[in-house]
């Protein structure tokens, strides 16, 4: 059995880091009264989900099941509420089922919960790491509480490593002390920024620690190699947007430094290197704009660069690339223009209809001329500097500016 499984917290007594079920908590307070409800727990991987709802179950006495969205399916759970109706009628026993990673289930899916849920047939505690606002269905949570979860902190994995090498190596136990020399206050916090808030692959990378303290003679910075290869880093959650996110943002804010961070952040978790290409090449118009419109070719260049030359070369494209993002002049000049003209045809439909002015209208056939199309319109190359009074707008937005002229807006950190 894995080290996580073995030091799980049986009660809600040993949970850490969450105050909904900590000795005041809100959560803590239903259960204690006997009035468990229908529950979604919302919170980024190894926050307790899974531990709070076992947890539950053995404070309730409840009957427990536990299914995966991955892995069942809607006959599943079908099978579950009968067996859990029948369990109510014939003991009074009720069951709490809980459902994995819950938003894997398509919205249509999720009716399966409804009657049950409605008729408390079961006790429903769904898991997600993804927006419940988002992915699960609205009749589903208006029958239940929606609980966020917090992202533990360092201390509270820190405590839970501690905890979790005393239950491996009591004090009585031989090989204590080289444990302990290998492991100790300051791997325990490196270990715990390790796993960025979550206690499963801080628990895992300490068994793998544990392990690799039996090797003869090996000192604390070999095992800090070796972990280095397990990195986790979730390619489709929320950390898979939240990295690309701090990139983007720290190309915006010209910091080359973040940009390289995140950038190697990404690769080091096995991220699609062709991903991250794509979205620089958005940043390239988005951010830098008018400033330096070579950045659009850079960024395309990038792109097809990683598609012929692939990984680990690639990354050296792509570092090149985010860093003269990053160091590049700045402007949303062009952003910000179609962003006003997508607003104004949002505030008045009439104007997807405007008649295009006649004299801009093309006159590829000879009804077409007869009717004037392009008529009056003047070739801008046949003036000097191609310049000519003409209006290119709709009669109906004569004078509107899309375009200003600043590259940036106004307002003023009051933290410079």
Not at 308 to 335: D, F, W
Request: glycine share 8%; with cysteine.
């Amino acid at each position: 059995m894995p080290l996580a499984e073995r030091v799980r917290p049986k009660s809600l007594d040993d949970v850490y880091g969450q105050q909904l079920v900590g000795e005041r908590g809100v959560l803590r307070g239903l259960i204690e009264e006997g009035r468990v409800p229908s529950m979604i727990l919302w919170g980024s991987a190894g926050c307790g989900k899974t531990t709070i709802a076992r947890a539950i179950a053995t404070q309730s006495k409840c009957r427990f099941i536990e299914i995966s969205a991955m892995a069942s399916g809607v006959n599943d759970c079908k099978r579950i509420f009968s067996e859990a109706k029948n369990e109510l009628v014939l003991t009074g026993r009720r069951t709490i089922l809980f459902c994995d990673e819950i938003h894997r289930y398509t919205k249509t899916q999720q009716d399966v919960f409804l009657a049950p849920v409605e008729k408390g047939e079961i006790i429903l505690i769904g898991a997600t790491t993804e927006n419940p606002s988002f992915k699960v269905q609205n009749a589903l949570l208006s029958r239940c509480r929606t609980f966020a979860l917090k992202k533990l902190l360092q201390t509270d994995i820190e405590t839970i490593l501690h905890r979790a090498i005393f239950y491996e190596s009591p004090p009585d136990e031989v090989g204590r002390s080289i444990i302990n020399k290998l492991l100790d206050a300051s791997m325990i916090g490196y270990l715990a920024r390790f796993a960025d808030g979550d206690a499963r692959t801080a628990l895992n990378l300490l068994e793998l620690a544990l392990g690799l303290t039996t090797t003869p003679g090996i000192t604390q910075e070999e095992i800090k190699k070796s972990l280095t290869h397990t990195i986790t880093y979730d390619r489709t959650g929320d950390s898979h947007y939240d990295a690309i996110s701090a990139l983007h943002k720290s190309i915006r804010g010209s910091d080359p430094d973040g940009a390289v961070f995140w950038l190697a952040r990404m690769l080091k978790g096995g991220e699609d290197p062709l991903f991250i290409a794509r979205r620089m090449v958005v940043m390239a118009s988005e951010d830098i704009g008018l400033a330096d419109s070579s950045m659009l070719s850079l960024a395309t260049a990038t792109f097809t660069a990683v598609q012929q030359v692939g990984m680990p070369e690639a990354r050296i494209n792509l570092a090149h690339c985010a860093v003269a993002l990053a160091l590049s002049k700045k402007s949303t000049r062009s952003y910000r223009a179609l962003g006003k003209a997508m607003e104004l045809y949002e505030n008045d439909l009439s104007l997807a209809s405007a008649p295009v002015p006649i004299h801009l209208r093309n006159a590829p056939t000879k009804l077409m001329k007869e009717l004037g199309y392009g008529k009056e319109y003047k070739y801008n190359p046949d003036y000097k500097d191609g310049k000519v009074k003409q209006e290119y707008l709709p009669e109906e937005l004569k004078g509107t500016v899309f375009l200003d002229e600043m590259d940036l807006g106004t307002k003023v950190d009051p933290d410079l």
